[in-house]
C-alpha cells in the first residue's frame, strides 16, 4: 500500500503562486497515475489534475487550465502541483491520491484511493 504526505499549502494573495507536493512511500509512486483534489468548505471534494505514470499525459479541471501545472519525479517519490494567478476561489483543502483504474483521464474521488491528509491554501484576495 502506498502512503502519501501533501505539503505546500499557505496563506498567499491573489496572483500568487504556490508549489504542493505529495509524497510517497510504502510503494514506488512510478507504479501509479496520481490526481489532485481539492475540498472548500461546505463543498464535495473536486478533481483539479492528474498525471499518467510516465508523466507524459496530464489532465486539468477547466477552472485551472493555463494556471496550474502537474508534474512528477519519480526518482524523488513525489508528484508536484504548481499554482499560479492565484484566485480567492482556490482556496481549499488539496489532496493527492493514486488512481485504481490506472488511468489519468480519472475524475472522480470512487476512482482514487490512499488519499494524503490534505494541505490547506487559502488565497486572500
Known amino acids: 500500500q502506498v502512503q502519501l504526505v501533501e505539503s505546500g499549502g499557505g496563506l498567499v494573495q491573489a496572483g500568487d503562486s504556490l508549489r504542493l507536493s505529495c509524497a510517497a512511500s510504502?510503494?514506488?509512486?512510478?507504479?501509479?497515475?496520481v490526481g489532485w483534489f481539492r475540498q472548500a468548505p461546505g463543498m464535495e471534494r473536486a478533481f483539479v489534475a492528474a498525471i499518467s505514470r510516465a508523466g507524459s499525459i496530464t489532465n486539468y479541471a477547466e477552472s485551472v487550465k493555463g494556471r496550474f501545472t502537474i508534474s512528477r519525479s519519480n526518482a524523488k517519490n513525489t508528484v508536484y502541483l504548481q499554482m499560479n494567478s492565484l484566485k480567492p476561489e482556490d482556496t481549499a483543502v488539496y489532496y493527492c491520491?493514486?488512481?485504481?483504474?490506472?488511468?489519468?483521464?480519472?475524475?472522480?474521488?470512487?476512482?482514487?484511493?490512499?488519499w494524503g491528509q490534505g494541505t490547506q491554501v487559502t488565497v486572500s484576495s
Open positions: 510504502g510503494r514506488p509512486l512510478s507504479g501509479y497515475a
Open positions: 491520491a493514486v488512481t485504481t483504474s490506472g488511468s489519468s483521464r480519472s475524475v472522480q474521488t470512487a476512482e482514487y484511493a490512499s
